[in-house]
DNA sequence: CTGAAAGCGCTTACAG
DNA sequence: CTGAAAGCGCTTACAG
């Protein structure tokens, strides 16, 4: 059986009848190889198929062409559309990416991932764990230890002390809340996700500050705590009217909860968006499905992913040694969201019209949705 | 600034006043190293955090301690589930995941990625690709030339030619279709997924197998294609009602189409289950949310991404040589799936009883779900 | 139980 | 434009 052991740089060096770093000229593209040498070197690898080894090449380069990315799980829809993105661009840079799935960080484990990545000589990370509770302090621990650069996606409380691309989210409480006012609601609820997570308070935050701009008073039945899931949705919304019978409008901070609240109107009886006005967050690919089709706010995520692969490339290839991560100028990049207007919230009649052109559209038509 | 170059094994050697290859016994755990000299050693590395270049390593042992997921994008349920899987029972053995993602699989593509991945020496890989249209093809004909061991997940039309763990997607629609019968419904739709997917047919011939073996005849309007999305269940299912008004159940081969069903059903005015039964097939988080809270198969796709995992170790790991794909016996393990009874059909009394212990807990009920 | 030598497959200076 | 030498950081035989 042809055990066909792989090839090396000494083999196809003999047959092009060259040296092994005239070989190695040519598969780095090195311009000072002659026309015909390189033509007979390229020939041998075509014909025999020779892939030069990336360990080898990794081990005198110092750097992998691998990048590392820890996310949170693939269960939350953001955290995946991100990864989805980071592959896209990381592939088109040549660079391989190495998946780590860090569902509950604590210090040990964070710890250990930050060791293996190290021994694995990646040559970034990018952080697509969200800001939850304080664990984003394990990491903070750590930043000094980190001999490559690390990226941050999503979150940035307090004085941030790495780069990160993140998303508006106090911008996202407000475009939902404007909008719902616009469309005639007075009292509007919200459901927020978990307080432990920076992107829930800052999305209440954007809520609170819009009411507030807009003299309107605040009580507590206009305020329950979601978990993301469906049924935490129809739970709170269940909670809220028991206490407020006349909430008009409801800001849902992620698309399931607002599921939730469609169902829950729908089995009381109320109409939407006659009777409650609805807007979730993330503008899932069901949402525009939802009955009636969902008012979301869209997130830029795909271009979040996408620029954290760019800005770690630029880090890692740019010309000077590679940074620690401890060396990295700790900028933030904003990104803005985008409010989506379909049939669950009362906008006003021009905005309708322009977004909306025909009624019978409504389980058809699918925005073009650049996330 | 401490530009902490990474510590070598030749200086934790030297720190310990040991030799190099006494310090690699060590940190192989390997037996013959006395236990004044192994604890010395461990001593510096805790100190110093030493880790050893896995680069290295892998170069001089031929192996890199890496699999590869070629998986079909995180959009899809199932493909996203598997590779959850994966990642862990990986991480659990000692191996980091290389991700790739290929959205649109071709034979440059194809080609591309597998010697990308021969060049990165994978010990191994995992072909998580749905098995559609002749896109398995691509990978066939270039098994002979895959140096590592390739495991497919899912699949396994005509003779298969590589190991697979698949689940029996026939039962699926026998176990939907069975279901419905014994709740009454005498005239069964089926939307189907795309028929050029593997599982697609797989579960519309469970359906119709089914159906003749209960001696009912079949006409054409009861099977209409979908391709997954809610939206196709609303368009398939309006279609179906056109030409078939007198149908009264509908096996959805995913839960996205199920949804479709639901709403559609519900804007004509359809009470689910007592004018329609409705099954899905997935069983996601939010299927048990849906209004009515959605019968449904689940699929044991974590258990097939561990196996998957498990197998590629034992060839990995085994005694004797790393076996190359082409040498690997071509078996082929079959999952089961389990029926999931909510509210969204009419079981025998005495099966709803057993599953639903009150009519309250539709909304609330959450089925522990070893998925 | 421990160490000196050779080598994994590349690339990086250094010569010419 | 091309090649002989040294080395990246480990592990694998081979001695003792």
Redesign the pocket.
Known sequence: MPRA??????E??AAA?????????V??D?????????ERVRQVIRETG????M???G????RSHTIAVVAYGLDYFGPSFVLSAIERRAAERGYAIMLNLLLEPDATKVDQLLNGLSARQVDGIIWAIPEVGDNRDLLRSRVAELSVPLILVGGMTGVPFLPSVTIDNAAIGRLATEHLLAGGSRKLGVITGPPSWWEARQRRAGWADTLARHGLDLTDCEVYEGDWTVQSGVAAFGAMRASCPDIDAIFASNDQMALGVLHAAHSLGLRVPEDLAVVGVDNIAESSHFWPPLTTVDQPLGQAGELAVEALDALISGSGPVPRAAEIAPATTMLEPRLIVRDSSRPVVEQREATLPAAASRLVSVEADGR
């Open positions: 052991r792989r090839l090396t740089i000494r196809v060096a009848g060259v040296s092994a770093q005239t070989v190695s000229r598969i780095n090195r311009p000072d190889v002659a026309p015909d040498t390189s020779y892939a030069p080894n360990l080898a090449r081990l005198t380069q110092g």
